[in-house]
Structures are given as C-alpha cells and as structure tokens.
C-alpha cells in the first residue's frame, strides 16, 4: 500500500478493513504484488491501485453469486474483480458480501 498514489491509500485501507471484518480467520499475505487474505491455503481476497482504479479481486463464484448487485452499483467487473473509481465510495456491505462469499467458495 505504501508505494500506491496518496488519493488512493484511503480506498486501499478500507478495503483491507472491510475484507479483515469480512473474514477475521483469513491470514494476511502478499502474492503477485498485491496484499491479500487467505484462507485455507487459497487466496479468497487481494486488491491494488492501478493508475486509474483500485481493485478488489475474489474468487470467481463470489463474482459470479454478486453479479447484478455490482452492476446495480455502476461498477466494471470480470471473471474474478471489480473495480472502483476514486471518485467513487468504496460500497462497504457489496465489499464485505463478496469476502464472505469468496472465504465460503475456499471451503468449496
């Protein structure tokens, strides 16, 4: 998080926040560059700045499950992530459903 831009940091945070409340027996880890959680053995949570939007990336299915709720929030989305515009707030009850239900597809 510390080499991400200033305007971004705060989104960064609070997403880490979110996913930590989201899935408190997740163990914090680094992979391909990105801060993340694992639970299992498998990474159920990651996200990054990028120089246009912050992404939060999941499992497929937790994407999948929360489709029309994400494009119901304007938000872009693929096969594993959405992503946020800065100009936009982080939507903190979509951020933590897509935890859970990515930590719940660990187990899968």
């Given at each position: 998080?510390?080499?991400?831009?200033?305007?971004?940091?705060?989104?960064?945070?609070?997403?880490?926040?979110?996913?930590r409340?989201?899935?408190?027996?997740?163990?914090?880890?680094?992979?391909?560059?990105?801060?993340?959680?694992?639970?299992?053995?498998?990474?159920?949570?990651?996200?990054?700045?990028?120089?246009?939007?912050v992404g939060?990336?999941?499992?497929?299915?937790?994407?999948?499950d929360?489709?029309?709720?994400?494009?119901a929030?304007?938000?872009?989305?693929?096969?594993?992530?959405?992503?946020?515009?800065?100009?936009?707030?982080?939507?903190?009850?979509?951020?933590?459903?897509?935890?859970?239900?990515?930590?719940?597809?660990?187990?899968?």
């Open positions: 998080m510390a080499a991400a831009s200033e305007s971004f940091r705060p989104v960064l945070h609070r997403i880490r926040s979110l996913v409340e989201a899935l408190p027996e997740a163990e914090e880890m680094t992979a391909y560059d990105m801060p993340g959680f694992r639970v299992g053995g498998t990474v159920v949570a990651s996200y990054a700045a990028f120089s246009k939007h939060l990336y999941v499992l497929a299915p937790a994407i999948a929360h489709h029309d709720e994400i494009a929030a304007g938000l872009r989305s693929s096969k594993t992530g959405i992503t946020f515009p800065p100009s936009k707030p982080v939507p903190d009850d979509l951020v933590t459903r897509l935890a859970r239900a990515s930590g719940r597809h660990a187990g899968s």
